[in-house]
């Protein structure tokens, strides 16, 4: 019995020191991360005002960055990283011990900050066809999705 009882705790804090590797680093500046991201992948890179937006977008009273990869140019050329679905937006939270690290990534054509019921809310506007609307004109009827987040996840409170 002792014998399965040490086994037991070895498979144990192997699992939890697995899973401790495989959390994401904190970064200091996420802004300054994808900054320096891009200027290895460009040999000629600059970046319009809007590429890093600050603010608290989990009501958690911590400035969270939004990074919005379709507002910098890449070797001469602008939008490298927007389709028909919209430009690739990362959102980064910060955590009280300092630092702040990737809750999701998305392709938006924007978003809004909103505060509803004392809570903070992203309003995205995205392809109709996230919608369930596959015809629908982008430019005309996009797709909102309006989403929460909950400690380290979005959830999505509805479509229209």
């Known amino acids: 019995m002792k ?6 705790n ?16 904190l970064l200091p500046d996420p802004e300054v991360y ?9 040999a000629e890179v600059s970046f319009s005002d809007g590429f890093a937006t600050r603010q608290d977008i989990n009501n958690d009273g911590l400035v969270d960055v ?20 919209g430009c690739v937006n990362n959102f980064y939270l910060q955590v009280a011990e300092g630092g702040y690290f990737m809750i999701a990534t998305a392709k938006t054509y924007g ?9 903070k809310v992203l309003a995205m506007k995205m392809h109709p066809r996230f919608c369930d609307r596959p015809n ?25």
């Open 10 to 25: 070895l498979v144990a804090a192997l699992a939890v020191s697995t899973a401790a590797q495989a959390q994401q680093s």
């Open 34 to 42: 994808e900054k320096d991201y891009f200027k290895k992948q460009c």
């Open 111 to 119: 978003y809004d900050v909103e505060q509803r019921y004392g809570n």
């Open 136 to 160: 629908a004109d982008p430019k005309t009827d996009p797709c909102v999705i309006t989403t929460r987040v909950r400690g380290t996840k979005f959830v999505t409170i509805f479509k229209k």
């Open 66 to 85: 939004v990074v919005n990869e379709g507002l910098m140019t890449c070797d001469g050329s602008s939008n490298t990283k927007c389709d028909e679905d």
């Open 3 to 8: 014998k399965l009882l040490i086994a037991l």
